[in-house]
Nanobody
Framework: VQLQASGGGLVQAGGSLRLSCAASGDIFSNWHVGWFRQAPGQEREFVAAIMWRDNKKQYADSVKGRFAISRDVAQNTVYLQMNGLKPEDTAVYYC????????????????????WGQGTLVTVSS
């Protein structure tokens, strides 16, 4: 499956953006689709993930209550609604899939994920 992330841009602190991750190819029921981000000079970190079949969701503590992940099964697309953006949210955001043949717990570990999109830049000004 190939992933195409979009929706990044420049926004003032307190503003909102919605990122989209469109998948070409099938996403199977036990897969997870997630978002990671990488700020300049820092390692890539987990942001949020969603279970394709059950619609269960997991968030990093740093974004809980501000970000919401959702999916559109018919469109093979995952969204990340980001509200209350802060300058520290500035990063390149990547969508990714975690393949699995069976239901598995969420993982915060980058190496557990398989395909990656090209990234979309989010810049939050103070």
């Amino acid at each position: 499956v190939q992933l195409q992330a979009s929706g990044g841009g420049l926004v003032q602190a307190g503003g909102s953006l919605r990122l989209s991750c469109a998948a070409s190819g099938d996403i199977f029921s036990n897969w997870h689709v997630g978002w990671f981000r990488q700020a300049p000079g820092q390692e890539r970190e987990f942001v949020a993930a969603i279970m394709w079949r059950d619609n269960k969701k997991q968030y990093a503590d740093s974004v809980k209550g501000r970000f919401a992940i959702s999916r559109d099964v018919a469109q093979n697309t995952v969204y990340l609604q980001m509200n209350g953006l802060k300058p520290e949210d500035t990063a390149v955001y990547y969508c990714t899939t975690r393949r699995s043949l069976r239901a598995t717990p969420f993982s915060f570990v980058e190496s557990m994920y398989n395909e990656w999109g090209q990234g979309t830049l989010v810049t939050v000004s103070s």
